[in-house]
């Protein structure tokens, strides 16, 4: 009996020993899972906070600090994918892209059509191809018929039937899109280049300031329809005009177009800022244009007295064809003064041409669609500055004094 009492305690005692010394284990692994568990809850909580958070942003809050400075409809996109912009690089489908030209890069667009091939192709070579990016619109759907020249394959082309350089500008250079770009040509097809150099044209422009500006008109060989376009043979920008008599006469006190702050609409070349600007102000469906020339120095960034020059150091030579709704009959058989010869059609071509007979009437249809289309813009213009109570007119003051 006393050896079973001794060996039951002897056990008793082991097992005490045994408790004890697992005890500490036992503790240790306590405190570390209890440590690690106010670590993962403290996680849990932060990530679970931050998904509300989202959540209730996203449905309760319209707008917060972070989603303000993204474009609209990117909010449910992490941020590091968002591209804002693009540009009208052509990329290759095969192979390893070249690397992009590092430089600061124009773009040059041109409205077309295949009767002046021969002197766009005069105009396009002027522009070198490591500081311009050239983009057609043909308006006339003959795109293949360019093809044989040299640059054509790098150019962008764009096709629509009888639509001007207003209506593709609209639709295929929005800011964004252009927005690499430094300076945007927008260009007649019926332009003279001999005596300009893109360089030193862009030189004079960025030591001016001009975020708004045309070459000058050689008066000599071109169609001139305002004073203020006419080449300077004494300077190498001018902002202003001076016509004394008549009912728009011009003055060292005239303050608005077309006397000063103004540029025509054949051969504007527009700055990054100014550009951002006109897009706006073109009208999506009002196609030709008329009436934005006396408009743009609202897009000058500033002064437009200042802003907007004409350079007279780098000149070109107007033209003045009728292409839009055909030429003219004596355009198409004949050389006209200061004029590039039409390039001969092929037979296909000569197919989709339009008839003489035709011809007049189209262009009288153009010009009379032009008229009407300037008064409505007028009235746009109006209308919107009567009902814009936060607008206040820049130039108002200036021109009452």
Request: glycine share 6%; aromatic share 10%; with cysteine.
């Amino acid at each position: 009996m006393k050896t079973s009492n001794r060996l039951s305690l002897l056990a008793d005692s082991k097992s005490r020993r045994s408790c004890l010394c697992y005890l500490p284990t036992a503790s240790l692994l306590c405190i570390v899972f209890f440590i690690g568990s106010m670590f993962v809850t403290t996680d849990f909580k932060e990530r679970f906070t931050r998904w509300r958070m989202v959540d209730n942003v996203l449905i309760t809050e319209p707008i917060t600090c972070e989603n303000q400075c993204r474009p609209q409809g990117s909010e449910a996109l992490p941020k590091g994918i968002v591209v804002r912009t693009s540009n009208l690089e052509l990329r290759p489908l095969w192979g390893s892209p070249k690397k992009r030209n590092s430089k600061s890069m124009s773009l040059l667009t041109i409205a077309v059509g295949v009767r002046q091939k021969e002197n766009v192709d005069k105009m396009v070579k002027k522009f070198p191809s490591s500081d311009f990016v050239v983009m057609l619109f043909h308006y006339d759907g003959l795109v293949d018929e360019w093809r044989d020249l040299e640059w054509s394959p790098r150019a962008v082309h764009i096709s629509a039937i009888d639509q001007t350089k207003w209506w593709f500008a609209k639709r295929f250079l929005h800011p964004d899109i252009v927005s690499e770009y430094d300076y945007i040509f927008l260009w007649d097809e019926d332009l003279g280049v001999e005596n300009f150099n893109p360089r030193r044209y862009l030189s004079i422009v960025k030591q001016e300031r001009l975020e708004i500006s045309q070459p000058a008109l050689d008066v000599a060989k071109s169609e001139v329809h305002h004073q203020i376009t006419a080449r300077g043979r004494r300077s190498r920008v001018h902002r202003r005009t001076y016509k004394v008599g008549g009912g728009n006469g011009c003055d060292a006190n005239s303050t608005a177009p077309p006397c000063t702050g103004w540029v025509e609409m054949m051969a504007p070349v527009f700055s990054r800022a100014s550009w951002r600007c006109t897009w706006y102000m073109i009208q999506n469906d009002l196609i030709h244009g008329w009436g934005l020339d006396f408009q743009l120095g609202y897009c000058a960034q500033g002064d437009r007295t200042k802003n907007i020059g004409v350079v007279d150091a780098e000149y070109i030579v107007h033209q003045g064809l009728p292409t839009l709704g055909g030429l003219e009959e004596n355009t198409t058989t004949a050389e006209a003064p200061g004029q590039a010869s039409p390039t001969k059609l092929s037979p296909n071509m000569e197919a989709q041409a339009p008839s003489h007979s035709h011809v007049n009437a189209d262009r009288f249809a153009v010009r009379k669609r032009s008229y009407v289309e300037l008064d409505i813009f007028k009235k746009r213009w109006k209308k919107a500055v009567q009902e814009d109570e936060c607008w206040i007119d820049p130039f108002q003051q200036t021109e009452k004094q």
